[in-house]
């Protein structure tokens, strides 16, 4: 952690450390969906993967305004708990050698990935409304809704089949 828990007195402390961390996330996140996208083999998957690649782009933008807005230098403290989920998935990934069940463990990590952003996500905004900052809350929220969306559709093509085609 970049910013040692002495250093958090209070809670837009750790609301800026929340932005750190996720601004540190969303990035990872961006250099690990090309190699998921690659090896995924289902089209529908692929293009899910392609779209919230896309998509996280956007947010690394839009964190960016929150920092802006909060009057702080927009800036990453390393995440180990993001660190860890992309190292499982890229292990159980590397191990897999038949491609459908491959997509089945590409698709639940990456549900891993949206959970937890989504976790990240829901007490970031509770905090910013907290602390009156309804204008960070605002965009903090709405990148919590594509997370959510998009392990909607994740789940939606695994039931419907990747995990069918896996079993
Ligand atoms: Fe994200
Ligand atoms: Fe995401």
Same mark, same amino acid.
């Given at each position: 952690?970049?910013?040692?828990?002495?250093?958090?007195?209070?809670?837009?402390?750790?609301?800026?450390?929340?932005?750190?961390?996720?601004?540190?996330?969303?990035?990872?996140?961006?250099?690990?969906?090309?190699?998921?996208?690659? $090896?995924?083999?289902?089209?529908? !998957?692929? %293009?899910? #993967?392609?779209? +919230?690649?896309? @998509?996280? $782009?956007?947010?690394?933008?839009? !964190?960016? %305004?929150? #920092?802006?807005? +909060?009057?702080? @230098?927009? $800036?990453?403290?390393?995440?180990?708990?993001?660190?860890?989920?992309?190292?499982?998935?890229?292990?159980?990934?590397?191990?897999?050698?038949?491609?459908?069940?491959?997509?089945?463990?590409?698709?639940?990590?990456?549900?891993?990935?949206?959970?937890?952003?989504?976790?990240?996500?829901?007490?970031?905004?509770?905090?910013?409304?907290?602390?009156?900052?309804?204008?960070?809350?605002?965009?903090?929220?709405?990148?919590?809704?594509?997370?959510?969306?998009?392990?909607?559709?994740?789940?939606?093509?695994?039931?419907?089949?990747?995990?069918?085609?896996?079993?």
């Amino acid at each position: 952690m970049g910013l040692l828990s002495k250093d958090i007195k209070t809670l837009d402390d750790l609301f800026v450390h929340g932005l750190q961390d996720i601004y540190y996330a969303e990035q990872q996140i961006t250099k690990a969906l090309p190699q998921m996208i690659s $090896k995924a083999s289902d089209p529908q !998957l692929k %293009q899910a #993967f392609e779209s +919230h690649l896309g @998509e996280t $782009k956007q947010q690394i933008q839009m !964190l960016e %305004q929150v #920092f802006r807005m +909060h009057g702080q @230098e927009a $800036k990453g403290v390393t995440c180990p708990a993001i660190d860890g989920i992309i190292d499982e998935a890229q292990d159980i990934a590397g191990e897999v050698e038949d491609s459908q069940v491959l997509d089945a463990a590409l698709l639940s990590a990456a549900q891993a990935v949206e959970h937890y952003e989504i976790t990240r996500y829901g007490t970031l905004t509770a905090w910013a409304k907290q602390l009156g900052r309804q204008d960070c809350a605002q965009i903090l929220h709405q990148i919590m809704e594509q997370e959510k969306a998009t392990d909607e559709k994740l789940n939606r093509i695994a039931e419907s089949k990747v995990n069918v085609r896996a079993a």
